[in-house]
């Protein structure tokens, strides 16, 4: 059978609208016996609140065929040999939810060391020495085993501590995603990637990275469709640098598709793996291509 990738954001939706032709695409490509897969770098809500999203906006699927960041995040550390037992979330309740549900034991963020300073190191501007004498005051907990970052929309200098501590003591250091920005209702915000960095940055080590552009979110959708050696696999996705590479890196074919191009210069810039092998306009335009011959 053959695999169909999506990307959902920019590519079937944008915001709570609908593509053009996104339902008559995707029920086109199953009806031919396409296997039809929507995978995301967001690793903030779980497979279960996308199939909620997808069945709201009536492009059909189901949890089989979702594959999130941090399902995937879970599924690589549950296959890691040691398995960590104990893992500290950088992140959303998602991506929490998605590592529990593997069998791995996860810190509540609301325990976390440093997640209820008293007022007086609370406020900012006020007393920044009552900040760091309530830091180092704290009673610590033995290091986890991995520590597991996403976008953390609460972040924290006491989590970024937590997570160098950490990693500083041998923990493994893995993340869902490295996107530069967060795109949400007209405007950026900081991605996870940013979150990262800083973590990076702190403890000079290198997170391994699941979400695209790395193969592991791909990999984890190629292995649920327990592929028959041979088919093809196809990507369809809005970013030169983040589905482009990601595809080739698995050996699928890279569709770019141009609604949700964020970055106006993406494909001209585009080098190696980020080019993409055909550029569409319009998802009607995919049935145009010989790559979906006969769909
Ligand atoms: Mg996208």
Not at 97 to 114: C, F, K, M, Q, Y
Not at 149 to 162: F, I, M, N, Q, R
Request: one cysteine or more.
């Amino acid at each position: 059978m053959s695999i169909a990738i999506f990307d959902m954001d920019g590519v079937l939706y944008r915001g709570s609208q609908v593509m053009p032709y996104a339902k008559e695409a995707l029920d086109r490509l199953r009806r031919a016996g396409w296997d039809v897969f929507f995978a995301t770098n967001n690793s903030t809500a779980t497979r279960l609140d996308y199939l909620r999203r997808l069945q709201t906006l009536g492009l059909g699927g189901d949890l089989d065929h979702i594959v999130t960041s941090g399902y995937a995040t879970a599924h690589y550390l549950e296959r890691r040999n040691p398995k960590p037992k104990d893992v500290l979330v950088i992140g959303a309740d998602g991506l929490r939810e998605e590592v529990r549900a593997v069998g791995i034991s996860v810190r509540d963020a609301n325990t976390l060391p440093g997640s209820h300073p008293p007022p007086d190191a609370a406020a900012d501007g006020v007393d920044p020495g009552a900040m760091r004498r309530y830091l180092v005051s704290l009673d610590l907990p033995a290091a986890p085993d991995a520590v597991v970052v996403g976008l953390d929309l609460h972040l924290t200098y006491a989590k970024v501590a937590e997570a160098q501590r950490a990693i500083l003591a041998g923990a493994e250091f893995v993340c869902s995603n490295r996107d530069r920005a967060y795109p949400v209702e007209g405007r950026l915000l900081p991605g996870a990637g940013t979150i990262v960095a800083a973590i990076e940055i702190a403890t000079g080590a290198k997170a391994v990275c699941i979400g695209k552009p790395e193969p592991f979110l791909f990999e984890e959708v190629i292995r649920r469709a327990a592929k028959p050696h041979g088919d093809r696999v196809v990507v369809v996705g809005d970013s030169t640098d983040y589905d482009m590479v990601a595809a080739h890196r698995v050996g699928a074919a890279g569709v770019l598709i141009t609604t949700g191009l964020t970055e106006k210069d993406a494909l001209k810039a585009a080098s190696g793996d980020a080019v993409p092998d055909r550029v569409v306009h319009s998802l009607e335009e995919l049935f145009d291509l010989g790559e979906f011959a006969g769909a």
